[in-house]
């Protein structure tokens, strides 16, 4: 079992569904707490526990092991009524969740208003984004600009009201510049979602100061974050990015500790790579191939059913995400994925509009849009990886590829899954 520290970040290195959440089913196993440090409802972990698949938008992974604490950090923007919804369909399903989910009194919420703003602007926008439609973007737009509502205001009703009513007529207003409709249901759809508010503050806590007492106490924490590097709004592919930091850093910020709390930081890569929404994608395949490794991989959203694009490996893109995240380790999900091909691909480099050959990922998303992958070939091994639950399990030729994203990445491989169960996840080292 490869060693990890008191506190651990699992990060997504690519454009997000790596198959985070499998590797922090895993992970929790070994924990006491596992915390969510930003996002929102907008993506999705899928996870299957014996025959039973559960698909979380907002409570971490580490809820489907007994006994763990599972926390949404003060960065995450918490959408109510979804949160509710998710939390009483665990119930439902037999998952004991008494005593076992805290939210952070400083996280913002999102609310009715944000996911209409959200629509209204991508509808109207020239240049797509992409977005879920989860108003994410509005709500961090809120939080940024000092005018969102924190779990904490819902103590004060008298403010929570007043900032409510300016926000939803602020709103309002800009629907209506834009020609938009959609605002005649936002008072009821707001008051039904405040009307949880006593229940939500049953479930508040600080969490910073929950995670910094259990790690004094000798107990051990996972912080999972929601989407990937390339979609971090600083270091992502912008403006084709989410709406929050997405890189290991913000585990810190994010659920109120310090970063030197944080001992190691797992970067979860997929053995190829996909992304969903706009923005470039280097590697991508030509069409046949591409719906090719969609069907084997079933790459559609779990959040949104969105079909995901599909690419080659992209060692530019991973050996970027090692570096801002400064990656302890990597885990490489879905190798299973390549069984049947007779041949696999991986990105070494970028050859720039200029003929320049670069192995730095560029900041100018025009550069990367027109950049063309270097790609180095390896043979297939074609045969099945599924029943493998040692490395040495594994094909000599799916070995010799993992090296190869060793070499190239400069971070150990720690873990291999070569399928979605959890007896299908391989430690290496």
Same mark, same amino acid.
């Given at each position: 079992?490869?060693?990890? !520290? ?20 895993? $992970?929790? #196993? ?9 996002g929102g409802a907008n993506a999705g972990h899928?996870? @299957? ?67 209409? $703003?959200?629509? +209204?602007? #991508? ?24 005018? !969102? ?16 009513? @300016? ?37 508040? /806590?600080?969490?910073?100061?929950e995670i910094t007492r259990a790690l004094k ?24 990015? /989410?709406?929050?930091? *997405? ?7 994010? /659920? !109120? ?10 970067? +979860? ?29 079933? #790459?559609? !959203?779990?959040? *949104? ?62 550069? $990367? ?39 190239? *990445? ?20």
């Open positions: 079992m490869p060693e990890q !520290g008191a506190c651990t970040v699992v990060v997504g290195c690519q454009w997000g569904d790596e198959g985070k959440g499998k590797i922090v089913d895993v $992970l929790a #196993e070994g924990v006491d707490i596992v915390a969510r440090y930003q899928t996870v @299957e526990v014996g025959d039973d698949g559960f698909v979380l938008h907002q409570i971490p992974s580490g809820i489907l092991h007994e006994g763990k604490r599972c926390l949404l950090g003060n960065g995450v923007v918490l959408d109510i009524g979804q949160f509710f919804e998710e939390y009483d369909a665990l119930v439902e399903r037999g998952i004991d969740l008494e005593g076992r989910v805290g939210v952070s009194t400083r996280a913002q919420l999102l609310l009715p208003y944000h996911r209409l $703003l959200d629509r +209204v602007v #991508e509808d109207s926008a020239a240049e797509k984004i992409g977005t879920t439609g989860r108003g994410i973007g509005p709500a961090y737009e809120d939080k940024a600009g000092r005018r !969102g509502v924190r779990v904490a205001d819902l103590t004060d009703k008298e403010r929570l009201e007043s900032r409510v009513a @300016e926000a939803r007529d602020r709103v309002r207003r800009r629907v209506a510049a834009m020609g938009s409709g959609g605002a005649d249901e936002l008072d009821a759809d707001t008051d039904r979602v405040l009307a949880m508010s006593e229940r939500l503050l049953a479930l508040a /806590t600080d969490t910073g100061r106490d000798g107990r051990r924490v996972l912080l999972e974050g929601a989407q990937g590097t390339a979609l971090d709004l600083d270091h992502g592919t912008y403006p084709f990015v /989410t709406s929050s930091n *997405t890189t290991a850093a913000a585990a810190a910020t994010g /659920t !109120g500790i310090g970063p030197t709390a944080i001992d190691a930081v797992v970067g +979860v890569v997929k053995a190829y790579t996909t992304r969903v929404g706009e923005g470039p994608l280097p590697t991508a395949l030509d069409p046949e191939m591409d719906e090719h490794m969609r069907q084997l991989g079933g #790459e559609f !959203g779990a959040t *949104t059913g969105r079909p995901r694009r599909c690419g080659w490996f992209d060692s530019v893109l991973t050996r970027y995400a090692a570096q801002v995240n400064g990656l302890t380790g990597i885990a490489v999900t879905k190798l299973d994925v390549l069984d049947t091909l007779g041949e696999v691909q991986v990105a070494t480099a970028y050859r720039l509009p200029k003929g320049d050959v670069t192995e730095v990922f560029p900041a100018d998303v025009r550069s $990367l849009v027109s950049a063309e992958p270097v790609y180095e070939s390896m043979p297939g091994w074609e045969q099945s990886t599924c029943d493998a639950r040692r490395l040495e399990d594994l094909p000599t030729k799916a070995r010799s590829y993992l090296d190869r994203i060793e070499e190239l *990445t400069g971070t150990p491989v720690q873990w291999v899954s070569v399928g979605t169960r959890r007896d299908q996840i391989i430690p290496v080292h």
